[in-house]
């Protein structure tokens, strides 16, 4: 719920700003390119200007990031490591044709795996179909000495009786996640957090736990994946030190204690309560840590680590494990801070429900970071805002951290230079040069207001408890975020504040946003299937219900050219009326847990393509050949020794993905095949 992928597909090129390090212009931005993804490099301003404490945490917190990258292929499918692996062994031992065109595309299908921590896609869910034989397969692991195998699943033939149909039978394990009105969920979705145990089961187990008197509820679930035990009593395996991903925990929790040896007073006891979080499994000792780590807002480093966002779970439950190093921007955190210290502004003139306006905002802490390192959910894919902690109570009484990722927005508009998006979708010059000048600074602005205040804003009517809205709460949520961020940017009291030049910024936005909801995003999903994703379905759904109450004045048009069709918009200001209308029925819907009208909406609105205009649109995106996908490759941070004693950390680009893969294979993967 609390993260934004990046908004706005490529829709602008610029000569840009920020940082001098990454004006260099032949750094090679984009590293590796298969299927419908580019893989890219992102830098890291000011790590060598650091004292070397920080310099020696950032390493650290780094090395923690990483370990934990073979429980997100784990959560995503019980089978993913034995895949990975042995595809892995494969590929090390291959002694043939490298240019053989079969072989090529096991390779691709690797660089896939990778990518998408697992045999599924990480954006869309589904399973990739190999385009390679079974029989081809099946002849490379023979030639694959045993050594380089995953034997200790089991067998050769216990191996590939179980990858074999996992990877190649397209009935089996179809969907990562499937939350499909009327199915099973549990059962539907191929991911791992539960095992053998029903959707029913799943909610009596929890139901049964939830204290509602608790003013201070524990996130139940959120560290476990639920299973049953030999009597067939449903129980938590939960991950922790000792407990399931407890190899890879040890490792983690290593680093981590390294990290706590050369932080801040500050930092220490925070890095402290999550070490022990972590030894516990407990999850009144993950609100600990994170009731200390909301509060700090002033350390320079910062970073995320552990089982934190579950949209992986179709209950919305269950956690993925993701990690993240920052060092904060100080330059770029100035536009963050003016928007925090007007937060009580937003809030109090927000176009809601005046009884839905908090009428206190609290700690809304905004900055602007570089991240170092990625890690588990947040690499090689990963979003360019954050908003956490996740704990409803938590937020409401110390507030919540919320970051834009500056190196990696920057990073992905340097790899889209000249690609040709604008003049293909937006019709107009106007609208064109318009983002071209202040689509970057629309965007971050939009992910500002969105994080920071979109989230945070607004409350619950008494009686109200927060959940009511299930499976669509996700994108209604997330619509609610948007349309504060959308609302705004059309606001003087930007130009007041001095955050932009003008109500062109918002222009620019306004018109990239609607043609992404309404057209562009299908880029990214395949023919004949609806929109899934709930940020997707958030933008889909705002762009569509502004296009029909806006009609009868022809605020949003379709127009025709060359036979091409074309999104524009003719009236910026009753779009933005629009806008807060929307914002207005959005809260209400959250506020009240409206579940009827909340579903109706996303129904109506946020889930069906047009089967022919999602044609259009593959085809003229596939002319440009644009990938719809993007994720980084991390910088190796390398400790300059003097003796045993570390005396520098410097900053190395690689220029290999399958390298830093394998790298990653062999040097950071704890786990067994089975978990
Ligand atoms: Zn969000």
């Known amino acids: 719920m609390k ?14 700003c920020t940082q001098e390090q990454q004006t260099e212009s032949d750094f090679q931005w984009v590293i590796d390119r298969f299927d419908d993804v580019k893989v890219i490099r992102y830098q890291v301003p000011e790590f060598d200007a650091l004292p070397l404490e920080q310099k020696l945490m950032v390493y650290y917190l780094g090395e923690a990031a990483k370990c ?18 042995t595809l892995e062994g494969i590929y090390t031992n291959y002694m043939g044709d490298p240019n ?13 795996v990778w990518f998408a921590n697992g045999i599924h896609h990480h954006y869309s869910m589904d399973k990739f179909q190999p385009e390679f034989s079974q029989e081809y397969f099946v002849k490379l692991v023979e030639a694959t000495p045993d050594e380089a195998l995953p034997l200790d699943f089991g067998t050769r033939e216990e191996l590939l009786a179980a990858i074999v149909p996992a990877m190649f039978d397209s ?24 095992d053998g145990v029903t959707q029913k089961e799943v909610e009596k187990f929890y139901a049964d736990m939830i204290d509602h008197n608790d003013p201070q509820p524990i996130s139940y679930g959120l560290n476990s994946q639920l299973t049953k035990d030999a009597s067939g009593k449903v129980v938590e395996r939960v991950w922790k030190q000792g407990g399931m991903y407890g190899e890879a925990i040890d490792k983690i929790l290593y680093w981590l204690e390294k990290a706590s040896e050369v932080t801040n007073d500050t930092q220490k006891p925070i890095i402290d309560a999550l070490c022990e979080y972590y030894r516990s499994g407990n999850l009144r000792d993950f609100d600990k840590y994170n009731v200390l780590w909301v509060q700090d807002v002033e350390s320079p480093i910062d970073f995320v680590n552990g089982f934190i966002e579950d949209y992986g779970d179709p209950m919305g439950r269950k956690a993925s494990w993701e990690a993240n190093v920052s060092l904060r921007s100080d330059e770029a955190t100035k536009r963050t801070q003016i928007i925090s210290e007007n937060a009580q502004w937003f809030e109090d003139n927000s176009p809601i429900n005046p009884a839905f306006r908090k009428p206190e905002v609290k700690g809304v802490s905004a900055k602007v970071i570089n991240v170092a390192m990625l890690g588990g959910d947040c690499y090689p894919a990963t979003p360019i805002g954050i908003n956490l902690p996740n704990a409803d109570w938590i937020r409401r009484d110390y507030g919540s951290k919320s970051v834009t990722i500056d190196n990696i927005t920057y990073a992905y508009d340097q790899a889209a230079k000249g690609n040709g998006f604008d003049e293909e979708f937006i019709l107009r010059e106007e609208d064109r040069a318009r983002i071209n000048e202040f689509g970057s600074l629309g ?25 009511e809205l299930k499976n669509y709460g996700s994108t209604l949520e997330e619509a609610r975020a948007d349309l504060f961020g959308l609302y705004y940017l059309g606001d003087e009291k930007l130009v007041e504040l001095g955050l932009v030049p003008s109500l062109d910024v918002a222009k620019a936005q306004y018109a990239s946003y609607i043609v992404n909801g309404m057209m562009t995003q299908y880029s ?35 127009v025709t050219e060359n036979g091409k069709r074309y999104l524009v918009v003719n009236d910026f200001d009753k779009l933005r009326e629009l806008f807060g209308q929307m ?13 009827e009208t909340g579903k109706a909406l996303v129904e ?72």
Request: charged content about 30%.
């Open 443 to 467: 965007d971050n602005l939009h992910t500002d207001l969105h994080e920071c205040l979109g989230h945070g804003s607004g409350q619950l009517a008494p009686g109200t408890k927060g959940g």
């Open 171 to 194: 009935s089996l394990y179809a969907r990562r996640l499937d939350q499909s009105e009327g199915v099973d969920m549990i059962t539907a979705s191929a991911n791992n957090y539960y």
């Open 604 to 675: 109506n609105y946020g889930v069906k393509i047009d089967p022919e205009l999602h044609k259009e649109v593959l085809e003229r995106y596939n002319a440009l050949n644009i990938e719809p996908f993007g994720g980084f490759i991390n910088p190796e941070l390398v400790p300059v020794m003097k003796g045993d004693k570390i005396v520098d950390v410097k900053v190395e680009y690689v220029d290999s993905y399958v390298d830093q893969m394998l790298n990653y294979s062999k040097n950071y993967s704890f786990l067994p095949t089975r978990n």
């Open 68 to 85: 934990g990258r073979d429980i997100m292929f784990d959560q995503n499918f019980k089978y993913n490591l034995a895949i990975r692996r």
């Open 583 to 595: 914002l207005y029925e959005v809260q209400r819907i959250k506020s009240e847990g409206d579940f």
């Open 524 to 558: 990214r999903i395949e023919l004949g299937k609806d929109v899934e994703e709930a940020h997707m379905r958030n933008r889909k759904l705002i762009a569509e219900w502004c296009y029909e109450k806006g009609k009868a004045d022809n605020v949003i048009e379709w």
């Open 100 to 112: 053989h065109e079969e072989w090529q595309k096991v390779v691709k299908y690797l660089k896939k």
């Open 3 to 16: 993260k934004v992928l990046l908004l706005i597909m490529m829709t602008s090129i610029f000569a840009s």
